[in-house]
């Protein structure tokens, strides 16, 4: 039996009007999707608990069987491991956006305008922290370069007792001011990101980037902090062989702790411009070469969410249907029995522009199996079927027959 995880990162959301008051998974064409969905058992599951931040850390963690609130150390950790970077036990890491801000003077009267400055490119992003390595780097903190807009800082004995850091893309358009981390431990924090927005706010790579007509990743913000992970092995906790397939380095990490094979695929970028193509056809050759089990994410969907792009969420959502699961299907075809669940990690509702904790759907279709399923695949039909799994790391005990 072969095992397929299609996550679609942030793809649940909410009626809009703009979709004649449906979703995008509704409104957008699904054909691969619709036709697993008539014979697939279908349903919501809640992959945060009530309580727990709805982040993709916590949320994937939970698809993947991993109860977070045993396994859960904070989102940076995982997204460190998968650059590379060694934690000690006291090492605290954060995430590091690099993030576009207004020009005001005082740093608390700033705008946070973009969360990821235009999706900056991993080369561009490089010489950006390398800088502000340069600069900013001492015994107590190091930056580390990630993908894109995400990267790491190290906080050597840092503590935890910081209060409360806010993701940058729950507060684009919103000022600073409010956000500011104001816990006494947290003040060489605000003072890294002050600091960086003065070495970087003239930068010839900004400079540059401004003259395109782009948005300057003129500042870093702090948040997604945490101690170092500590996840059981994948083969060990399910007795399978698995490769995780991603763009971004949170699930590389992730792969990385349960001891998965990590899969590199050019153009895989995390957006809509990703290379779907290139996903589809590394899961089929992890498969073919014995791995039992493959999980795919696709980031383009919650991207698109929070920059409020409704035209490229439902094509995100077309493109995952037409160039993932369709050649996935054909490729398991001459590989005997399989199952495939189709699941987003979270909703991120368009009109919100940030994640949310609701129960989202999914779908388990089994090759040697006929379930009485729903003709299509979105938020209304899973909740048609009152089918409901309230911990979310349960259900990869369904998928897996446990």
Same mark, same amino acid.
């Given at each position: 039996m072969k095992y397929v995880v299609i996550l679609c990162d942030g793809m649940a959301d909410y009626p809009l009007k703009e979709l004649d008051g449906k979703t995008p998974l509704e409104y957008a064409n699904t054909p691969n999707f619709d036709r697993l969905a008539k014979k697939a058992e279908v349903g919501l599951v809640k992959t945060v608990s009530d309580g727990m931040s709805p982040g993709s850390d916590v949320a994937n963690l939970s698809v993947l069987g991993y109860d977070p609130k045993k396994y859960y150390t904070g989102r940076s950790p995982l997204e460190a491991g998968s650059i590379g970077v060694d934690m000690l036990p006291t090492d605290v890491s954060l995430r590091c956006n690099l993030?576009?801000?207004?020009?005001?003077?005082?740093y608390e009267d700033k705008t946070i305008l973009d969360y990821c400055a235009d999706d900056?490119?991993?080369?561009?992003?490089?010489?950006?922290?390398e800088y502000l390595a340069e600069h900013l780097n001492s015994d107590e903190f190091k930056f580390y370069s990630g993908v894109s807009y995400r990267h790491c800082l190290i906080w050597s004995n840092g503590t935890l007792e910081i209060g409360k850091l806010t993701p940058p893309h729950d507060i684009i358009g919103k000022?600073?001011?409010?956000?500011?981390?104001?816990?006494?431990?947290?003040?060489?924090?605000?003072?890294?990101?002050?600091?960086?927005?003065?070495?970087?706010?003239?930068?010839?790579?900004?400079?540059?980037?401004?003259?395109?007509?782009?948005?300057?990743?003129?500042?870093?913000?702090?948040?997604?902090?945490?101690?170092? /992970?500590? $996840?059981?092995?994948?083969?060990?906790?399910?007795?399978?062989?698995?490769?995780? @397939?991603? !763009?971004? &380095?949170?699930l590389k990490g992730i792969g990385k702790f349960s001891s998965m094979n990590v899969v590199e695929v050019?153009?895989?970028?995390?957006?809509?411009?990703?290379?779907?193509?290139?996903?589809?056809? /590394?899961? $089929?050759?992890?498969?073919?070469?014995?791995?039992?089990?493959?999980?795919?994410? @696709?980031? !383009?969907? &919650?991207?698109?969410?929070h920059r409020n792009e409704i035209e490229n969420k439902v094509r995100a959502i077309e493109l995952i249907d037409e160039k993932i699961l369709g050649p996935i299907l054909e490729g398991l075809e001459n590989m005997g029995d399989y199952r495939i669940m189709v699941v987003p990690d979270h909703a991120t509702p368009i009109s919100l522009r940030t994640h949310t904790n609701d129960p989202v759907p999914f779908l388990i279709y089994d090759s040697t199996k006929d379930f009485a399923g729903v003709n299509v695949f979105n938020e209304k039909t899973a909740e048609s079927t009152g089918v409901y799994i309230e911990k979310g790391h349960e259900m990869m005990g369904m998928l897996l027959g446990k």
């Open positions: 993030v576009t801000v207004t020009d005001e003077l005082d900056i490119s991993t080369a561009e992003a490089k010489i950006l922290i000022g600073v001011k409010e956000y500011i981390p104001t816990h006494k431990n947290a003040q060489k924090l605000y003072g890294l990101m002050k600091k960086s927005y003065d070495l970087l706010k003239n930068h010839h790579v900004n400079i540059a980037r401004i003259e395109k007509g782009l948005c300057p990743a003129n500042s870093i913000w702090l948040w997604g902090e945490g101690v170092r /992970a500590e $996840l059981d092995s994948f083969k060990d906790k399910f007795g399978l062989k698995a490769s995780m @397939i991603s !763009a971004v &380095d949170l050019e153009g895989a970028t995390g957006y809509i411009d990703t290379n779907f193509e290139g996903k589809a056809n /590394a899961a $089929l050759q992890e498969l073919q070469k014995g791995q039992d089990f493959v999980y795919i994410h @696709i980031e !383009a969907p &919650d991207e698109c969410g």
